[in-house]
């Protein structure tokens, strides 16, 4: 089986790994690589003190850039379960780990509320 | 007529004595002014229970508590009590002192100096972190405030109780974050820092500490400013060393871009 991404990278050893939570970790590293680029490009493209020319090659540079150095390709993950529905951002769980662990007690300052 | 006025001044014994509730009293005399002279011979029977007096009698006890009064009011001008501690530990000063509020130095000018602030789940944790700030104040000679509560935020967070569908049932959560604050007073920068460097040292963990510092300039500072030579502001972005701007550059300086130019 040939390997899937353009460039060899290292599995994240935080969380949870499933392909999906794989192929999310390339994304992030790949924006983070270009991300100087990016907004270099667009920063010339939407200058409108620079000629058209020189606008509209780098809006051209900036599109035929592949689509995973894109920063909207990132999704949030759930740490503990590799979900990508239902995360809650301030702990990066998806809803059914966050469950657990609130039940549990195990989440700093989190309670079960009733009023 | 009588009856009732009597009635009445045997009311304002009983509300002075505290012997008998005073509002239930006051709600029967509140009905019908026939259910009163019916109900006046009970009540007088009731004061006779905690002592019924005679007018004349009733006067000369206000006139007995008045020299009481006065006698009360000339013993405080006398001087302070005579002061006997109950618990007498052979522990040193500051670690007895430890057992109680943490002292506070009185301000003498009031201006802030320091501000730190508290941000945490547990709010032992904070408080004991206060006091800690304050006893390190007292010790460093800086005046500090009490330990302030702030404003609590509560995060709700209601999530669908069970894993697979049935959405309807949801169960909520909430994280609760106190927040406190010291405020310090006049204190040389000097102080100040090792007032927070000392802080910093012994943080209690869980606690998030913030410090908002004040500094003063002298009044000629606008001048002194006008005054620089070597001052100049960025020229934009390029004294900075802003790493898409250095790209920006050598972009436009390369072939592709160079022959739109």
């Not at chain 2, 009732?4 to 006051?26: D, E, I, Y």
């Not at chain 2, 009905?31 to 019924?52: F, Q």
């Not at chain 2, 201006?111 to 945490?120: D, L, M, P, S």
């Amino acid at each position: 089986m040939p390997f899937r991404f353009p460039v060899k990278f290292e599995i994240p050893k935080h969380s949870y790994v499933n392909a999906r939570v794989i192929k999310d970790q390339f994304k992030r590293l790949q924006y983070a690589e270009h991300e100087v680029q990016r907004n270099a490009l667009k920063y010339i493209a939407r200058n409108t003190e620079l000629p058209g020319n020189v606008r509209l090659e780098a809006q051209l540079q900036l599109s035929s850039m592949p689509k995973y150095t894109s920063l909207t390709q990132i999704r949030d993950r759930c740490v503990a379960s590799g979900n990508g529905k239902w995360v809650i951002k301030d702990f990066k769980l998806n809803r059914t780990a966050f469950r657990d662990r609130a039940t549990a007690g195990i989440i700093p300052g989190v309670k079960k509320a009733s009023w | 007529m009588f009856r009732s006025r009597f009635f009445s001044t045997g009311l304002r014994v009983l509300n002075q004595a505290g012997g008998v509730k005073p509002v239930k009293s006051k709600a029967k005399a509140k009905g019908s002014s026939g259910k009163v002279l019916n109900n006046g011979p009970s009540g007088s029977t009731n004061g006779s229970t905690t002592g019924k007096v005679s007018p004349s009698e009733y006067l000369s006890q206000i006139k007995q508590q008045e020299v009481e009064q006065q006698q009360f009011k000339s013993s405080l001008l006398q001087g302070d009590y005579p002061y006997e501690p109950k618990i007498i530990s052979n522990e040193p000063i500051n670690v007895e002192l430890l057992k109680y509020k943490p002292i506070r130095l009185p301000k003498t000018h009031g201006h802030e100096v320091a501000t730190i602030k508290f941000r945490g789940y547990e709010e032992d944790d904070i408080k004991l972190a206060g006091e800690f700030v304050s006893r390190a104040a007292f010790f460093l000679g800086i005046p500090v405030s009490s330990i302030i509560k702030e404003k609590t935020e509560k995060r709700l967070y209601t999530v669908i109780k069970s894993p697979f569908a049935q959405a309807k049932t949801k169960q909520n959560f909430h994280r609760v974050t106190y927040n406190y604050k010291v405020i310090g007073y006049d204190a040389n920068a000097e102080v100040v820092d090792l007032w927070m460097s000392y802080v910093n040292k012994y943080a209690v963990e869980g606690v998030k500490y913030s410090a908002k510092i004040h500094t003063r300039e002298s009044q000629s500072f606008v001048k002194e400013l006008d005054d620089l030579k070597d001052f100049a502001v960025p020229e934009s972005y390029k004294d900075s060393n802003d790493p898409i701007m250095e790209r920006v550059e050598e972009l436009l300086a390369s072939d592709q871009f160079k022959k739109h130019f």
